[in-house]
């Protein structure tokens, strides 16, 4: 057992040495506004960096080609010691922030979920609101996944650790012939649309800095801001259509961008089943919700419920929690339904999280295809989703998953109401958190967030934002027997 977790130290070194260098942005931001936090990000630079080197050359000699249970052990370790790494600066530049807080808040980056303890966002130095909205960026494709971009000694099992680190049933699939390049190409759709959106928001009306860091929110579908008030601080229709098409863009799969990139053509999001359904699902809850919030009397008309249910509609159904009004004060229905969506809309290969459109699709075909052999119990109906037969094995996989995440959603909101939680509040916690969304309801809605919680229930819910990015079957596969067993 011993010799598994020396495996893994040595790129695990490699990988906190290379992380090392995120730092390199908040210390320019304080430096360039005189924030008063230099000193806590660069001492955590250099622990980080000495932690990294400390693990790389103890375990340097044990260093062999991965297997794919390293890079299950690897991502799960991962994951967890990054984002203590990266509460340190926390900590040490906001008094009296503690360590469970400061630790929630850290996770709540990395795993691009942007659920956070913190009031009085505006105010924050500069530098660390900026670190926060770079968690999110740097987590949204995957830390591990962009270590093996820019630094490819990581490379080594590299194939084993994207499976393992990935969303989605479908990870076979190579864009390049070779991985790295794969990897690569992804995280350059990924920066480029960043980009995009720093100046599309700049345009908009936003200040350089605002607009970096939501630009770093909506393409990691990350709920942080640098406003209590989120986007409903600018009240700016343009500024909403903006993010509405970024958080679009960043809920379909990078590959099918990358594709339609390297066709020059924008058939390939019509092809592509999971895109077409994704689209279609959120128009419809939009004009749907909208029509319905209006016949509430929420709002005085049609467009302006427009505006508002489909900014927030496609915010949470994408697990991006940025908020432009208090859904929570609308009819209970609105609220539920946007949470319900961010447990199915987002796309694999995407930053957003949940069960995942085709996982949903491969449900549906599925329940047909038991309908319709009941009816012909001797015909042959192939499950297909846009053209690709699904294996037997794919669909067995899928309802593992679905049974697993709704097992742990039920699990844990037990957990929290046993706590003291009330019911609602406890279950949308969950299920915020699970799909790496931002807000719940109630007590963890819009206009609040998870600073009333206690600290066992902010490690509940630090917990279920883990298993959530890491869909559940990463984090628990190396407590398995099985996985110990030589």
């Known amino acids: 057992m011993f010799r598994d977790f020396l495996h893994v130290a040595g790129p695990l070194g490699s990988l906190l040495m290379a992380f090392s260098a995120a730092f390199i942005l ?3 931001a304080s430096l360039l506004y005189d924030d008063g936090a230099l000193l806590p990000f660069a001492f955590s630079a250099v ?6 080197l400390l693990l790389w050359r103890t375990a340097r000699r044990h260093e062999r080609e991965l297997k794919s249970r390293d890079g299950y052990l690897l991502v799960a370790l991962a994951w967890p010691l990054l984002a203590a790494t990266a509460m340190l600066p926390l900590a040490l530049a906001l008094p009296g922030l503690s360590f469970s807080r400061a630790y929630f808040e850290a996770m709540s980056g990395i795993t691009t979920s942007g659920a956070t303890v913190l009031t009085n966002v505006d105010h924050l130095p500069q530098a660390v609101n900026l670190w926060r909205h770079e968690l999110c960026w740097l987590g949204g494709l995957g830390i ?30 190579k864009l390049t012939p070779r991985f790295v390049q794969t990897v690569r190409s992804l995280w350059l759709i990924y920066g480029g649309l960043t980009v995009a959106c720093i100046l599309a928001l700049r345009l908009a009306g936003m200040n350089w800095f605002d607009a970096v860091c939501h630009a770093f929110s909506v393409l990691s579908l990350s709920g942080f801001s640098t406003h209590d008030a989120s986007i ?19 809920g379909i799969n990078f590959a099918t961008h990358y594709l339609a990139w390297r066709r020059k053509s924008l058939r390939v999001y019509a092809r592509d089943a999971e895109a077409r359904a994704f689209l279609v699902l959120l128009l419809a809850s939009c004009m749907g919700l909208a029509l319905y919030v209006r016949l509430q009397g929420v709002y005085p008309d049609y467009w302006s419920a427009l505006r508002h249910a489909g900014f927030n509609t496609i915010a949470v159904a994408t697990g991006c929690g940025l908020f432009s009004a208090d859904y929570d004060a609308w009819p209970l229905f609105a609220g539920l339904w946007m949470l319900l969506l961010s447990c199915l809309a987002a796309s694999a290969g995407s930053t957003g999280g949940g069960i995942k459109m085709v996982r949903t699709l491969i449900l549906f075909k ?35 998953f679905v049974h697993l995440y709704t097992v742990t959603i039920v699990g844990l909101t037990l957990v929290l109401i046993l706590s003291g939680m009330d019911v609602l509040s406890a279950f ?59």
């Open 144 to 173: 591990i996944s962009l270590g093996m971009a820019v630094l490819p000694l990581l490379g080594i099992g590299g194939m084993q650790i994207y499976r393992a680190e990935s969303t989605g049933p479908v990870k076979e699939s």
């Open 232 to 250: 409903g601080y600018f009240d700016s229709p343009l500024i909403e259509l903006v993010l509405v098409v970024f958080m679009l863009l960043a």
């Open 26 to 28: 908040p210390i320019g």
């Open 366 to 400: 599925q329940s047909s295809r038991e309908l319709f052999g009941l009816v012909h119990p001797t015909a042959v109906h192939t499950l297909k989703v846009g053209g690709q037969v699904i294996t037997a094995r794919a669909a067995l996989s899928v309802l593992s």
């Open 47 to 52: 622990a980080d960096f000495a932690l990294g």
């Open 428 to 486: 949308t916690a969950i299920i915020a958190t699970i799909n790496n969304g931002a807000h719940g309801l109630r007590e963890v809605g819009p206009t609040h967030n998870f600073a009333s919680l206690s600290d066992f229930q902010l490690w509940v819910c630090t917990f279920s934002m883990l298993a959530g990015r890491l869909e559940l079957f990463v984090l628990i596969v190396p407590f398995t027997p099985a996985y110990w067993r030589e």
